[in-house]
Structure formats: structure tokens, C-alpha cells
């Protein structure tokens, strides 16, 4: 689980430096824009938990984010496809946090419906800070099937992790659903229904 955090943290540190890069934005900006997105959602989910936030007792979270970010900003001029890979980094993040969300809430001892959520805010709190900092409307917010991909991930972890499935298995699956669910929506502009 702890390789799952980090990767979730790095994945969406460059999401956030991609989004900064679209703003043609300096080396700090994307410094900072990409540890927000990258432990934004994790930290609230670990103070709405009572836990101990994740990145003060270990360091290597923010190095993480902080070394992806700068990456990004020394080698973001060489994509051409920019804003494609900030999708697809933002969606692959998404999987890997709404499962590492659920699972440390889990771990917590919380009532099944408190870990989905968790589930679900872990990722999201992320990429909104992401797109408010940068005043960009908020990607979960819109139509785009986003909230509904890390809840089916996160229900999909918690209904394997019940049934006593093998950790490596249930994490799998359950990314492996998130990121499915997202990317059909991604590749075929699948959009959730509006209220008229």
C-alpha cells in the first residue's frame, strides 16, 4: 500500500505541474501546484480520520512530489501532447488514490461507508485545489464521469477486501475499474446526465 501512496502522490504532483505548465507558469508555481495536488487529499482525508498526516511523518511524499514537479517543469516543453498526458496522469492518479483512500481508512477501523468516502475525497480534494488555484472550473464538478469512477473503485476495493480477497488482487481490480470507468469516459466523452 505504501508504493500505491507514493505513486498517487508523484502521479498527481506532475498532474498538477501540467496544469501549471498550460499556464506557462514559473519553476515555484509548479513546485507548488503540484505538492498541493499531490498531498491535498490525503492530508484532509487524514484530519477528517484523526490520523496522522502522512507527509510530516515521512518525508518522502513531499520530496516526491516536489522532485516530480520540478521534472515536469525541465521536460514539459518536449510533450507535444500537454494537455492529453494531464488528463491521463490526473485519471491514473485518481485510481491509485481512491483505492489508497479507502484502504487507510480501512486500516483505521471505520464503518464501510466512511471508508468510501474517504474513497472518493481522497483524490478529488486533490485535483480541486489544482484547478481553484489555477481558477479553472473543477473537473468533478462538471459532467465528466470523475466523483463516479473513484467511488466505483473505492466499492469495488471495500467489496474485495470484505470478501478476504489477497491485498495485491483487491488493489488491482479496483484501480484497474476507477481507471477503466475514466478513461472510457476520457476516450468516448462519456458525460453523466444534467439536471433540466
Known amino acids: ?91 491514473v492518479g485518481m485510481a491509485l488514490f481512491c483505492v489508497a483512500g479507502t484502504a487507510k481508512a480501512l486500516s483505521l477501523g471505520v464503518p464501510p461507508i466512511v471508508a468510501v468516502t474517504m474513497g472518493v475525497i481522497t483524490p478529488t480534494f486533490g485535483s480541486l485545489l489544482r484547478d481553484v488555484i489555477l481558477n479553472q472550473n473543477p473537473v468533478l ?16 476495493y471495500l467489496g474485495l477486501h470484505s470478501l478476504g480477497i489477497a491485498e495485491t488482487t483487491a488493489l488491482l481490480v479496483a484501480m484497474g475499474c476507477a481507471l477503466g470507468l475514466r478513461g472510457a469516459a476520457i476516450i468516448w466523452d462519456l458525460r453523466l446526465p444534467k439536471f433540466a
Open 141 to 156: 464538478l462538471g459532467p465528466e464521469i470523475y466523483v463516479t469512477a473513484c467511488a466505483l473503485g473505492a466499492l469495488v
Open 1 to 91: 500500500m505504501y508504493l500505491v501512496g507514493l505513486s498517487a502522490g508523484l502521479v498527481f504532483a506532475i498532474s498538477g505541474a501540467l496544469a501549471a505548465a498550460e499556464r506557462n507558469l514559473d519553476i515555484v508555481s509548479f513546485m507548488l501546484i503540484g505538492t498541493v495536488t499531490g498531498i491535498g487529499g490525503g492530508t484532509l482525508r487524514d484530519l477528517i480520520l484523526d490520523a496522522p498526516v502522512f507527509w510530516i511523518g515521512d518525508t518522502l511524499y513531499l520530496w516526491g512530489c516536489l522532485l516530480g514537479s520540478v521534472a515536469t517543469y525541465f521536460f514539459n516543453r518536449f510533450i507535444a501532447a500537454r494537455h492529453s498526458l494531464l488528463v491521463w496522469m490526473d485519471a
